[in-house]
C-alpha cells in the first residue's frame, strides 16, 4: 500500500509491503515493528537500529514519540489521495467547488444541507462502493450552495453531489 506521509513540512511517498521492508521515497529499508506492553508503544528496527516508538492519534494526524523527539505526523493513503481528487478536494480557494462521485455508488449519507457553513476537511458525504464506505470532504471552508442527492440514492462517477461556494 501507498501512503503520502508529512513530517513536518516535508512530504514522503512511502510503500509498505508485506515482506517486512518500507520504501521511503524509492529507498528500501528493511523493517520490523511490532506493539509492545501498553497500547501505542511500539518496537521499531529499522536497518539494525532499534527504537522505542509511542504514537498516539490526533485530531490532525498522529503525534509520534521517538527517544526525546516529538513529531506531528499526517498520513493519506494513496486511495484516498485519489478520492479526494476524484471529489475536488484540490480545487481553487475561491469561487465554487463542485463534488463529483469519484466512482459509481449508493449515497449513505449526506450530513449538510443548502446554506449550511463548512469547513475545508467536513466530511459532506459519504458514498458506498464495493461494500467501502467513502467519506467525501470539503475541499475548503464554503457554504453548501446545494445539495443534489440523498440517502440511499445511487449515483454514477462524476455525478455531481454538491456544490459549495
Same mark, same amino acid.
Request: charged fraction near 25%.
Given at each position: ?103 459509481? +455508488?449508493?449515497?449513505? &449519507? /449526506?450530513? $449538510?444541507? %443548502?446554506?449550511?457553513? *463548512?469547513?475545508?476537511? =467536513? #466530511?459532506?458525504? !459519504?458514498? @458506498? ?12 471552508? +464554503?457554504?453548501?450552495? &446545494? /445539495?443534489? $442527492?440523498? %440517502?440511499?440514492?445511487? *449515483?454514477?462517477?462524476? =455525478? #455531481?453531489?454538491? !456544490?459549495? @461556494?
Amino acid at each position: 500500500m501507498r501512503y503520502l506521509t508529512v513530517v513536518g513540512d516535508r512530504t514522503y511517498t512511502v510503500d509498505i509491503d508485506r515482506e517486512g521492508q518500507v520504501v521511503i521515497d524509492g529507498t528500501v529499508r528493511p523493517l520490523d515493528m511490532r506493539p509492545v506492553g501498553q497500547e501505542g508503544l511500539y518496537s521499531l528496527l529499522v536497518e539494525n537500529e532499534s527504537f522505542e516508538v509511542l504514537v498516539e492519534a490526533s485530531e490532525d494526524g498522529y503525534r509520534v514519540l521517538i527517544g526525546d523527539t516529538l513529531y506531528q505526523v499526517r498520513v493519506v493513503d494513496e486511495r484516498a489521495r485519489r478520492l479526494a481528487e476524484a471529489a475536488g478536494a484540490l480545487t481553487a480557494s475561491a469561487g465554487e467547488a463542485t463534488i463529483k462521485s469519484p466512482m459509481p +455508488g449508493l449515497i449513505v &449519507a /449526506v450530513p $449538510v444541507q %443548502p446554506g449550511d457553513t *463548512v469547513k475545508k476537511g =467536513q #466530511v459532506v458525504a !459519504v458514498l @458506498e462502493s464495493m461494500k467501502m464506505e467513502n467519506e467525501l470532504r470539503a475541499p475548503r471552508d +464554503g457554504k453548501v450552495a &446545494a /445539495v443534489k $442527492v440523498e %440517502p440511499r440514492q445511487a *449515483v454514477e462517477q462524476n =455525478q #455531481v453531489l454538491l !456544490v459549495i @461556494e
